[in-house]
C-alpha cells in the first residue's frame, strides 16, 4: 500500500494523500534526471514523456526503450516500477526492491508533524485531530512553532477537541504577534476582535 493511498483510506484527509502523491511524481522525476546523467538525455526524455501517456503504446514504446539502453542492474530496478499501472502499484514494486519501511497511518502522521513545510504540518495536525491522534506535546509544538499557519490550526485543534486544558493553553495566542493568528484565537474564544 502507498503512502498517498494509506492516507486517503485510513486517514481519509484528500490534501496529505495529494502530497504524497507529488511525492511520487516527484522521486520518479528525479530518478529521470539521474538516469540522463548516464544514458542519452534526449531518450531518457522521451521515455519519461511517453511514460505519462494514456495511450498503451507510448507507454510500452517507453518501457523498451529503457530495456534497450540501459545496463541490466539498471533495468532490474527500475522496469518493474515503469511497467506498473498506477503510483500504488509502483511505490509497492519499489518498497520491494529497496526495502522500504511499511509505515502505519499513525507514523506517517507523526513524520509529517515534523516536516519543513508548515502547509504538511498544519494538514497533519487537521487529521491528527479527526483521528484523535493529538497528544498534548503536539498541540504545545504546535501552538509555539514558527509559522502564523501551524499556529491557527493548533487553536481550531485544541477547540475541536473540546478539552478545557487544551483551550486554555491557546490564551497566550491572544497577544500573538501575527495579527490573523490573535483575531482567530480571539474569535475562538468568543472574544470580539
Not at 484528500?14 to 502530497?19: C, K, P, Q, R, S
Not at 503510483?87 to 513524520?111: S, Y
Not at 491528527?128 to 499556529?151: C, D, F, K, N, T
Amino acid at each position: 500500500m502507498s503512502y498517498e493511498s494509506i492516507v486517503r483510506e485510513e486517514l481519509q484527509d484528500d490534501l496529505l494523500a495529494g502530497f504524497y502523491a507529488d511525492q511520487c511524481k516527484a522521486a520518479l522525476k528525479l530518478a529521470f534526471q539521474l538516469m540522463a546523467l548516464i544514458y542519452p538525455r534526449q531518450q531518457i526524455e522521451m521515455v519519461q514523456y511517453n511514460l505519462q501517456s494514456t495511450d498503451a503504446s507510448r507507454r510500452a514504446n517507453a518501457v523498451e526503450i529503457i530495456d534497450n539502453i540501459c545496463d541490466a542492474e539498471t533495468r532490474h530496478y527500475m522496469l518493474p516500477i515503469l511497467e506498473a499501472t498506477n503510483n500504488q502499484e509502483a511505490m509497492h514494486r519499489g518498497k520491494q526492491f529497496f526495502r522500504l519501511q511499511h509505515p502505519t497511518a499513525h507514523e506517517l502522521l507523526e513524520k509529517q508533524l515534523g516536516h519543513s513545510d508548515p502547509w504538511v504540518i498544519a494538514c497533519a495536525l487537521r487529521a491528527g485531530m479527526r483521528r484523535q491522534w493529538l497528544r498534548p506535546e503536539i498541540l504545545s509544538y504546535a501552538l509555539e512553532h514558527s509559522s502564523p499557519v501551524v499556529r491557527q490550526i493548533a487553536v481550531a485543534c485544541a477547540f475541536d477537541i473540546e478539552d478545557e486544558m487544551a483551550r486554555n493553553t491557546c490564551e497566550f495566542l491572544l497577544r500573538d504577534p501575527d495579527p490573523d493568528v490573535a483575531q482567530y484565537t480571539a474569535f475562538r474564544f468568543g472574544e470580539v476582535a
